[in-house]
């Protein structure tokens, strides 16, 4: 059973940074990509950032590209989300999600969900 595990969210001020991370246990995600995505109150849960687990290819949503920087640990089966001069509009749940095979940005193309950590900027 894949059991996804999210840590690191919290209150911060705008201008801020936090290191979220994910870990993942019950399964090797070899020919997986890890996706962070994140949904604010009464909006859509939309993609983050993305990541391959075997080349380390990533993909960002324009939102948050040259902000956020996605890693991983492939030892630790960790994947992390620095995110860098945060503002208030980043405020929502953020959710690791594991895709098989091709990469897609999709929330709906995503086969295991952690449970979200809260993001909360304060301006």
């Known amino acids: 059973q894949v059991q996804l595990v999210e840590s690191g969210g919290g209150l911060v001020q705008a201008g801020g940074s936090l290191r979220l991370s994910c870990v993942g246990s019950?399964?090797?995600?070899?020919?997986?990509?890890m996706t962070w995505f994140r949904q604010a109150p009464g909006k859509e849960r939309e993609f983050v950032t993305a990541i391959n687990w075997n080349s380390g290819y990533k993909y960002y949503a324009d939102s948050v590209r040259g902000r956020f920087t996605i890693s991983r640990d492939n030892a630790k089966n960790t994947v992390y989300l620095q995110m860098n001069s945060l503002n208030p509009e980043d405020t929502a749940v953020y959710y690791c999600?594991?895709?098989?095979?091709?990469?897609?940005?999709?929330?709906?193309?995503?086969?295991?969900w952690g449970q979200g950590t809260q993001v909360t900027v304060s301006s």
């Open positions: 019950g399964r090797t995600f070899s020919g997986h990509y």
């Open positions: 999600a594991v895709r098989r095979g091709a990469y897609s940005s999709s929330p709906d193309q995503s086969h295991y």
